[in-house]
């Protein structure tokens, strides 16, 4: 079984600043990918960047950038030049093997609640 | 925005009783998954449903269940409502039951409060 870990609950940034948002995982799968998805008051869960475990190179999306360190099992996302609309949940999520090995499943952190600020 | 729908947005449940939740998949895709979201912590995985079998279960008990159709829309079922199952139901439709190196489209979800 895989586990994801969101240390931070809450965090605020002031708009066009940078922010880290931090992200542990564990799993015994060898190959994998890492999601960040975010939730805005809409409830509706959108991709924002993933990154494959075998790749060196860290993903990025126009202003949203990872830092993954695989031996570390960490998986942080960076947002530059923050925007009010960067305002909502975001949630780490590892798209791990199901029990039976017959597909995936995605298992999320807790989730952090970032605030842009104008 | 996704192609993924779901229905009701809001409903409102008596304790005891049972409900059914209603997601129509992203045009081709063949896999439904759905999550159990608490207020204020990350969705937990129910099952999911692959061409119209469950595919594959988290750790929720058997008045949870599920149904895909032909045209792969789902629902999903819960019996004798209890208190705590008061949260945001997802759904995620994907093309095939191993997505990570496509994607899993999720739905606005449905708010289920039960009294």
């Known amino acids: 079984a895989q586990t994801v870990t969101q240390s931070q609950p809450e965090m605020s940034v002031q708009e066009a600043e940078t922010v880290t948002l931090s992200c542990t995982y564990d799993?015994?799968?060898?190959?994998?990918?890492l999601f960040w998805y975010k939730q805005p008051p809409s409830r509706q869960m959108i991709l924002v960047i993933r990154q494959e475990a075998y790749k060196q190179q860290n993903a990025t999306e126009n202003r949203f950038s990872v830092n993954f360190q695989k031996a570390a099992k960490s998986f942080s996302l960076k947002i530059s030049d923050s925007q009010l609309g960067d305002t909502a949940m975001y949630f780490c999520?590892?798209?791990?093997?199901?029990?039976?090995?017959?597909?995936?499943?995605?298992?999320f952190g807790g989730g952090t609640r970032l605030m842009v600020k104008p | 925005e996704t192609g993924v729908t779901q229905s009701p947005t809001h409903l409102i449940k008596t304790r005891g009783q049972q409900v059914t939740l209603r997601c129509s998949s992203q045009?081709?895709?063949?896999?439904v998954s759905w999550y159990q979201q608490a207020l204020g912590q990350g969705p937990q995985f129910i099952f999911q449903?692959?061409?119209?079998?469950?595919?594959g279960r988290g750790n929720f008990p058997p008045r949870f269940s599920g149904l895909q159709f032909p045209n792969y829309s789902s629902e999903l079922n819960v019996n004798a409502l209890e208190l705590d199952d008061s949260a945001l139901y997802l759904c995620?439709?994907?093309?095939?039951?191993?997505?990570?190196?496509?994607?899993?489209?999720f739905g606005q979800g449905t708010r289920l409060t039960v009294v």
């Open positions: 799993t015994s799968e060898s190959n994998y990918y």
């Open positions: 045009s081709g895709h063949n896999t």
């Open positions: 995620a439709s994907s093309l095939g039951s191993f997505f990570p190196d496509t994607e899993a489209f």
């Open positions: 999520a590892f798209p791990g093997l199901m029990n039976n090995n017959a597909g995936n499943m995605l298992t």
């Open positions: 449903y692959y061409r119209e079998e469950e595919n």
